[in-house]
T-cell receptor, first 113, second 114 residues
Framework: GNSVTQMEGPVTLSEEAFLTINCTYT??????LFWYVQYPGEGLQLLLK?????DKGSNKGFEATYRKETTSFHLEKGSVQVSDSAVYFC????????????FGRGTSLIVHP | DVKVTQSSRYLVKRTGEKVFLECVQD?????MFWYRQDPGLGLRLIYF???????EKGDIPEGYSVSREKKERFSLILESASTNQTSMYLC?????????????FGPGTRLTVT
């Protein structure tokens, strides 16, 4: 089956620090990969995505590269802000049978001033 | 922009009550989903629907039912609420087969059953 593993949190950083949140996956077919973000008290929203190997998704200073050889999709940001404090979910969808997404358990990021 | 709305942000119900959670999307999406989110467990799929009057069980359907009478509306029903159904409930929709299948989420309903 499909699965997504992401690093446990919370990840606590100071403002302007470099961020990496690791995400690895297993999939029975060729997946599309996503990062969603959930700000406090809100639903999830799509942060970025990549649909094929070596694609780089980017948005709001965040980046992630689809690495098929290592089955990974790590999220990075060069300089985090307090406003980036949220929960980040890695997810995949595979177009075989159904494309119900598989989510990781989420990683909480706390950024201190 | 796609907009997914949920009928309530916060809801408090008593054990044994019948509870309706409503979700409406405005982008003519075929696919709609109900999840519950609990600390340490991430998102768990309760039910989903590919079309009007069509429903499929997700990973944790026990104690829940759904209704989809119109394309834009997907309702989650707790027939007899129990305290272990206290949770955050998230609705989502997604367009028909595309290259990437991303989901669009509502703001969530935090349900407390006392």
């Amino acid at each position: 089956g499909n699965s997504v593993t992401q690093m446990e949190g919370p990840v606590t950083l100071s403002e302007e620090a470099f961020l990496t949140i690791n995400c690895t996956y297993t999939a029975t077919g060729y997946p599309s990969l996503f990062w969603y973000v959930q700000y406090p008290g809100e639903g999830l929203q799509l942060l970025l995505k990549a649909t094929k190997a070596d694609d780089k998704g980017s948005n709001k200073g965040f980046e992630a590269t689809y690495r098929k050889e290592t089955t990974s999709f790590h999220l990075e940001k060069g300089s985090v802000q307090v406003s980036d404090s949220a929960v980040y979910f890695c997810a995949l969808s595979v177009k075989e049978g159904s494309y119900i997404p598989t989510f990781g358990r989420g990683t909480s990021l706390i950024v201190h001033p | 922009d796609v907009k997914v709305t949920q009928s309530s942000r916060y809801l408090v119900k008593r054990t044994g009550e019948k509870v309706f959670l409503e979700c409406v999307q405005d982008m003519d999406h075929e696919n709609m989903f109900w999840y519950r989110q609990d600390p340490g467990l991430g998102l768990r799929l309760i039910y989903f629907s590919y079309d009007v009057k069509m429903k499929e069980k997700g990973d944790i359907p026990e104690g829940y039912s759904v209704s989809r009478e119109k394309k834009e509306r997907f309702s989650l029903i707790l027939e007899s609420a129990s305290t272990n159904q206290t949770s955050m409930y998230l609705c989502a929709s997604s367009p028909p087969e595309t290259n990437s299948y991303e989901q669009y989420f509502g703001p969530g309903t935090r349900l407390t059953v006392t």
